[in-house]
């Protein structure tokens, strides 16, 4: 089976920098997923890394390294609109998307 | 319509009776998922389409079945509700299987 870990809470202050690592081991990988859900609401497309290395999008950025099986997202200068959960999901072989359990970031004041 | 939309948005169901989950997408999108979230588990692939005519098992589909009769839609049916099918479900879609997905705003069933 799947194998995709991630914390399951993080608090940081508004304007702050907070990481959130992602583990996983999976049958085969075709790339790997960072999803937005805001309470109550659809996920929502961050990022996708297939080849090691960081993709940076505006505040947001993703680290890939398929050697260590691990991930991170970087959020920068956070908002207070950043509070949600963020979800790390794996492709794997069969090109089906595997999902972590989210990691619940609150953004304080 | 734009984008996926989902119907209803919640229903509450007595257990045994049966409860079809609509899915429609605009995009043309040729694949097609429904997953289940449930606190502490993450999203769950239950049944999914690479293109209309054909669909095909995920992690968890007992219970379940999905047909998909042309591009736009992807209902998902639960022949007779269980207290264990209580979850928000999501359709997503994707232009193809190596695409990105992007999901409707989900289905919160509760069965009774």
């Known amino acids: 089976g799947q194998n995709i870990d991630q914390p399951t809470e993080m608090t940081a202050t508004e304007g702050a920098i907070v990481q959130i690592n992602c583990t996983y081991q999976t049958s085969g990988f075709n790339g790997l997923f960072w999803y937005q859900q805001h309470a109550g609401e659809a996920p929502t497309f961050l990022s996708y890394n297939v080849l090691d290395g960081l993709e940076e999008k505006g505040r947001f950025s993703s680290f890939l390294s398929r050697s260590k099986g691990y991930s991170y997202l970087l959020l920068k200068e956070l908002q207070m609109k950043d509070s949600a959960s963020y979800l790390c999901a794996v492709r794997d072989q069969d090109y089906k998307l595997s999902f972590g359990a989210g990691t619940t970031v609150t953004v304080r004041a | 319509i734009a984008g996926i939309t989902q119907a209803p948005t919640s229903q509450i169901l007595a257990a045994g009776r049966r409860m079809t989950l609509r899915c429609t997408q605009d995009m043309r999108h040729n694949a097609m998922y429904w997953y289940r979230q449930d606190l502490g588990l993450g999203l769950r692939l239950i049944h999914y389409s690479n293109t209309a005519g054909t669909t095909g098992k995920g992690e968890v589909p007992d219970g379940y079945s999905v047909s998909r009769a042309n591009t736009d839609d992807f209902p998902l049916t639960l022949a007779s509700a269980v207290p264990s099918q209580t979850s928000v479900y999501f359709c997503?879609?994707?232009?193809?299987?190596?695409?990105?997905?992007?999901f409707g705003p989900g289905t919160r069933l509760t069965v009774l």
């Open positions: 997503a879609s994707s232009e193809g299987e190596l695409d990105t997905q992007y």
